[in-house]
């Protein structure tokens, strides 16, 4: 049998106002490219297809046209992630009525209850898959034994995984069968890129990857790093996000996974990597180091810090100017006094800090553009002094000073 592992489409995603609209169409082409040469008899998606629970119609439009479009290669199963709205995968399903070359899995389901999904490969083999769709924290669990409900989320995901090997043993046989683990899950040992929804890749998220029902290959989506987990049973890879979804996989090469099995036998992984997307890039310098950078940068999304000697109120047209190609997502001015040093903690501070201190400390986290931090502390404190004294403050005599403290 032969497999194809994707995921991580976050179809919709706007980067910082920059929509991956047109990253995610190019790298589906890549993935369809590769589908039509490989003869899959199963895609599977591991989830997250969109960045919201409500999709705009235009994405919901895409994810269906893309999907429909892989189904005319081979099935396709879906998987509901922690992005996903688990109603709007149930509404998808309604709507495709029986076909079975597109089933969206909005959440997990015991074996009895058609659990485990069976489908045809090439010599008479027979692909059957255990998908685990994103199981949240929240609200009441029914898969659980009420007396579960309040235990840790991987003793909760060991339920599932005992339930889905359960129902992939139960009717197995050995001469045709390739067993096969979807799940949108967070596990032990993986290495994440930071951009995936930080409450959901914290420990209060995390499975065992110990736990992982012993099948032929297992097939996870959630972390857009794409990567081999470190199992010593299973065979098992996240497919990672097509596209850089965000600035915490700025570097990474993205990939899909191509699986291919006999019964019994080890299976043999290889990854297609997907260019398709633009590269994100943070860059660093002064005017004469960012010349040098733009015949690299191409039509890269960019996040820039021009480094001066001082203020540099033009700083966005020069960087404009340089990357033309470039998309530039924002554009920052670093020079000497743009940001405060420190104080050195005495140890003796007060219950509640006064605002002239949170805005110093804020001074010393982030620069200022335009004027330098010395002086716009100045400003903030002559404000401040000013609206905490006077009974009725001028605001027209302020005029200036709020001038310097918007820029
Ligand atoms: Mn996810």
Redesign the pocket.
């Known amino acids: 049998m032969k497999l194809i592992h994707i995921s ?1 489409w976050h179809l919709g995603k706007v980067l910082q106002g920059e929509p991956r609209r047109i990253d995610s169409i190019r790298t589906f082409e890549e993935i369809r490219e590769v589908a039509r040469d490989y003869m899959p008899d199963l895609i599977l998606h591991t ?2 297809v969109f960045e919201t629970y409500r999709p705009s119609y235009e994405d919901i439009q895409l994810g269906i046209d893309m999907l429909r479009e892989l189904s005319d290669l081979a099935p396709v199963v879906v998987l509901c ?3 996903d709205s688990p109603a709007l995968f149930r509404l998808f399903q309604k709507l495709l009525g029986g076909d079975r070359r597109l089933i969206f899995v909005d959440q997990a389901r015991r074996p009895e209850d058609g659990g485990i999904l069976d489908f045809p490969a090439k010599d008479g083999d027979r692909i059957r898959l255990a998908p685990l769709p ?1 199981v949240s924290n929240r609200g009441v669990d029914r898969f659980l034994d009420p007396s579960l409900w309040m235990s840790r989320y991987s003793d909760k995901i060991d339920v599932y995984e005992r339930e889905l090997e359960r129902g992939l043993l139960s009717g197995f046989d050995e001469r045709r069968d390739v067993l096969i683990f979807g799940a ?1 899950l967070y596990v032990s040992g993986a290495i994440t890129s930071r951009s ?2 930080p409450l ?1 890749i914290s420990d209060a998220y995390m499975a065992k990857l110990e736990s992982t029902p012993p099948v032929t290959y297992a097939a996870f ?2 972390i857009h790093r794409p990567q081999k987990l470190p199992t010593r049973r299973t065979l098992a890879r996240y497919a990672g996000s097509p596209i850089p979804i965000d600035f915490g996989e700025e570097g990474e090469t993205k990939s899909i996974v191509l699986v291919e099995a006999r019964p019994g036998g080890a299976p043999s992984v290889s990854t297609v990597d997907l260019s398709g997307g633009r590269a994100l890039r943070t860059l660093r310098g002064s005017a004469a180091e960012l010349v040098m950078l733009a015949d690299q940068v191409d039509d890269a999304l960019c996040n820039v810090t021009l480094v001066s000697d001082g203020p540099e109120p033009n700083a966005s047209s020069i960087v404009a100017a340089m990357f033309t190609r470039a998309a530039i997502l924002r554009v920052a001015n670093e020079y000497p006094g743009a940001r405060l040093r420190p104080i050195e903690d005495d140890g003796d501070r007060e219950a509640e800090e006064d605002l002239t201190s949170m805005f110093r400390a804020f001074l010393t986290e982030s620069a200022t553009t335009g004027a330098d931090a010395e002086s716009v502390l100045e400003v903030f404190t002559r404000v401040l002094t000013a609206l905490e004294s006077a009974e009725s403050v001028e605001i027209a005599e302020l005029k200036d000073d709020i001038e310097v403290l918007r820029v």
């Open positions: 991580d989830g997250d992630g922690n992005h994103f949108h995936e929804r959901h989506g959630h």
